[in-house]
């Protein structure tokens, strides 16, 4: 069931990512039985590695406290809408459960290229009906807004 506070947990991770120069502004969180269990956000830039995205980072972050690669259970936490690598890797760890805030086209606003990619891999179609549900657009908006106004690199 969705929570707004876990939301904005996500948000405030995307806040640090962006103000530390970090990487965009996606923060993630993952909670089982209605408890936080890891957090984080996008570290493409900070550690070189174009893979870390808000939803990979708190992933494996949960992962290696629950001494685990199984995150059934679970449930994902993210401001913008997962990108086809995220999505792939949420699906690979058994989340059962993804709510985002920022649309592909949002993403793409700031500079991103989700929905390209999003495309080429052929949508999301196939997905469970239920299993992805926008919460919270205007809430996550806001970090978005914020990242618009700021000199960061885009890539």
């Known amino acids: 069931m969705y929570k707004k506070e876990f939301m904005e947990i996500a948000v405030d991770e995307a806040k640090d990512g962006i103000l530390n120069h970090d990487g965009g502004p996606f923060g993630a969180v ?3 039985d209605g408890e936080v269990i890891a957090s984080g956000h996008n570290r493409v830039l900070s550690f070189n590695d174009s893979t870390c995205h808000g939803e990979i980072d ?3 972050k949960a992962e290696s406290k629950l001494g685990t690669y199984d995150l059934s ?3 994902l936490y993210t401001t913008g809408e997962p990108c086809p690598m ?3 890797a949420i699906l690979w760890a058994n989340v059962e459960k993804v709510y985002y805030g920022c649309r592909l086209s949002d993403n793409e606003e700031i500079g991103f290229r989700d929905a390209k990619f999003d495309k080429m891999m052929g949508g999301r ?3 469970s009906e239920g299993f992805m549900e926008e919460k ?5 908006l ?3 807004e914020e990242y618009k106004k700021m000199e960061a690199k885009r890539y």
Do not use: T
């Open 86 to 88: 995220c999505l792939a």
């Open 142 to 144: 806001s970090i978005f």
């Open 73 to 75: 259970g679970c449930e």
């Open 30 to 32: 993952i909670v089982r």
């Open 136 to 140: 919270d657009r205007d809430l996550c």
């Open 125 to 127: 179609s196939n997905l």
């Open 58 to 60: 708190a992933i494996r």
